[in-house]
Each structure stands twice: as structure tokens, then as C-alpha cells.
């Protein structure tokens, strides 16, 4: 240890007093009153905000934007915010994938202009459709979200026989472990949504009865386009095949105790849904006000006799469009029910009693 002279301590120690005295002034000095700008600002209430509608690309939300009368600067979003103020309904876009998803979803709700403790979220984005559910342009509000990107996996040149695909075979996740695999919504809520858009008639386009034509052996996958429940497989992949969709069936049915069906997979729900869970615990939004549709704009394998990636590398022609299309009719009936009678639905989640 380094010895110090009692002349070199007694120099520290006055030096440190009188630092010490100094912070003492500071602090007891009198505070200049902030600028007018910065006062105003402060005391500037959030807006409260009734329904953020959830986009993740441009296709998506562009008829959603040509409605919304404000455009707000978002800076730590991809893409300037629509704003209505007398709906109070906002518009985010949140880029594509689970990680962009999260970031955007948290970086609104923590942005001070906004009050978004009481809003209703609601995803409206398309999908690939499990043909044997639905068809492209149908619309499934969904019930759970299953996020895929969590597991183990091996090449499967190296991959015992009874491993398909490299994947070992379903294993429940661990007792105490935090889920960030299942994502349960609110079923009242969903099973609301669909109660309120059930019998809008979707339109069947000649691309969508193309696309069908190729199915024609799978009832509901040849099926016109029409609402539906169901749930969804979430990663942040762009996967494709029978193969796939017969696995992500089985294991939406085996994380869920036989509950779940398959019908939609997309790219960025878990990451909504993960940020709005975390989001409730600090007061900053409410996870029962998750409501998910997604729209079929390809199936999620190809068609018989066809090759996967000849059908994952086929444009959406035409169907993409009709499928955006239906996120914003059958999504837009509910939004406008929510934020028109904000008085009913403020305090109180339909369908669930809360």
C-alpha cells in the first residue's frame, strides 16, 4: 500500500472538503425556472390513444395511411405514424420480423407524447395460410401464437432416423422457465373480433380463384376467401413446404394440449407480443388488448405435384393485394367499433367481462 506523508493527507483532505462544500452550494442554490419551450412541454398532457393498428410492411399499410388526416414523426420507428384525432386510432408500421416487431412495439408505447395505457392493439397484416384451413384472401383472428424460432435443431445429413428434418421430437418447455414460446391472446376479445366481422363478404378475385385452382384438393384450402379463427406459428424465417406445415400443425397442437390449429404463420406477433407482456408490467399497456388477424396472401406449401421452392419464389400477384384488402375491411369494422364507442369498450374488454 502506498504510505502517505501526514503533510500529503492533510492537502487531500482539504481539497475534498472543499469539494464537498461547493456541491453543498450548488444544491442549495436556487434553480433558474426552465425555458418557455421546455415549460410547455412538460406540461403538455400524452395524447390518449384508443387503437394502435399494427402493421409490417408497406403493402400493408398504405390504404390505412391514405386514411389516416395526420402524418407524426416517428424517429425510432421505420416509417412516419398515422394519426386520426378524432378517432384516436393510431398507425405503426413495424418492419419485418420478430426483432423489428419488438423494437417498434416498445419504442411507441414508451414515447411520452402518447398514453397508450388503455389502447387496444390490433395486428392487421397478411400471412401464409396452412391449406388445409383456409384459402388465400381468408382472414383468421387468432387465438395463440406459437414462436418457432425456439428449439434445438441439427443438420439433418446428421440427424438420427427418427429426428424428421433435424428436429428432435417435441419436448414441453421446462417447468418455471419464462414462455417465450407460447403466446396466449385474450380468446374473449378474439372471439368478439370474429363475432363483429363473421359475415363480411371477402372478395374472390380471379388471381385468389388461380391460386385456389391448383388445390383444389383440400376442401377449405379451395375454398372462397372468408373469416375464421385459428392460431399462428410466429419466426422470424421465411419458411415454406408440406413438410413444414405438417410439422408447425403438430406442434401447435402439441404445445397447446390439443387446443391450438394451425392456420396462419407470419413473421413479427411474438415480438408485439412479448414487448406488450413486459409493457403491462410498468403501466405502459395492457396485454389483454392484443387482437391479431391475419390474412392469407400464399399458402404455406406448394401444391401437389409442384415444386416448394418454385411455389415460395412465386410473386403474390394480385393476391397480396386482395389479402391487404381484407386485413383492412375486416380489421377497420372493429377498429371503428372500439374507437366509436370508447365510452363502452374504455374500461371494459369486450367479451372477456374486464
Known amino acids: 500500500m502506498l504510505n502517505l506523508s501526514a503533510w500529503t493527507r492533510r492537502s487531500l483532505l482539504a ?10 452550494a450548488l444544491a442549495q442554490a436556487p434553480v433558474s425556472p426552465p425555458a418557455a419551450s421546455t415549460a410547455t412541454a412538460t406540461a403538455t398532457a400524452p395524447i390518449p390513444i384508443r387503437v394502435v393498428v399494427v402493421t409490417a410492411y408497406a403493402l400493408e ?29 393510431l398507425i405503426v408500421r413495424t418492419g419485418v420480423g420478430t426483432n423489428h416487431a419488438a423494437i417498434t412495439t416498445f ?18 397484416a397478411i400471412a401464409g395460410v396452412n391449406p388445409n384451413e383456409a384459402s388465400p384472401g381468408s382472414a383468421a383472428w387468432i387465438g395463440n401464437v406459437i414462436d418457432v424460432d425456439f428449439g434445438k435443431w441439427v443438420d439433418p445429413r446428421e440427424a438420427p ?3 424428421p428434418g433435424g428436429y428432435p421430437p417435441f419436448q414441453p418447455p421446462r417447468a418455471g422457465r419464462p414462455d417465450s414460446v407460447y403466446y396466449p391472446l385474450n380468446t374473449g376479445l378474439r372471439d368478439w373480433a370474429y363475432g363483429l ?9 380471379e388471381a ?4 385456389r385452382a391448383r388445390f383444389s384438393s383440400y376442401p377449405n384450402g379451395s375454398k372462397p376467401p372468408f373469416v375464421l379463427t385459428g392460431d399462428e406459428i410466429s419466426g422470424q424465417a421465411y419458411w415454406h413446404g408440406e413438410m413444414l406445415t405438417k410439422r408447425y400443425a403438430k406442434l401447435a397442437t402439441d404445445f397447446s394440449g390439443g387446443k391450438s390449429r394451425f392456420v396462419m404463420t407470419a413473421m413479427e406477433d411474438t415480438g408485439v407480443a412479448n414487448a406488450l407482456r413486459r409493457l403491462t408490467v410498468v403501466g405502459k399497456a395492457d396485454y389483454d388488448r392484443l387482437v391479431v388477424l391475419r390474412t392469407a396472401s400464399n399458402y404455406s406449401q406448394q401444391a401437389p405435384g409442384e415444386s416448394p421452392v418454385d411455389s415460395m419464389n412465386r410473386p403474390y400477384a394480385g393476391v397480396g393485394d386482395a389479402a391487404a384488402y381484407a386485413a383492412l375491411v375486416v380489421a377497420g369494422k372493429v377498429v371503428d367499433e372500439l374507437s366509436g364507442n370508447w365510452a363502452v369498450y374504455r374500461d371494459k374488454i369486450p367479451g372477456d367481462g374486464k
Open 15 to 24: 481539497a475534498a472538503f472543499a469539494g464537498m462544500t461547493a456541491t453543498s
Open 61 to 89: 399499410d398504405k390504404a390505412w395511411m391514405a386514411k389516416a388526416p395526420q402524418t407524426l414523426d416517428f424517429p425510432n420507428g421505420v416509417a412516419p405514424l398515422g394519426y386520426d384525432p378524432a378517432k384516436g386510432v
Open 107 to 124: 419504442a411507441l408505447a414508451t414515447d411520452p407524447r402518447f398514453d397508450l395505457s388503455k389502447a387496444y392493439w390490433v395486428i392487421a
Open 161 to 163: 432416423p427418427e429426428w
Open 197 to 205: 366481422t363473421k359475415g363480411i363478404q371477402l372478395p374472390d378475385t
Open 208 to 211: 385468389l380463384k388461380t391460386a
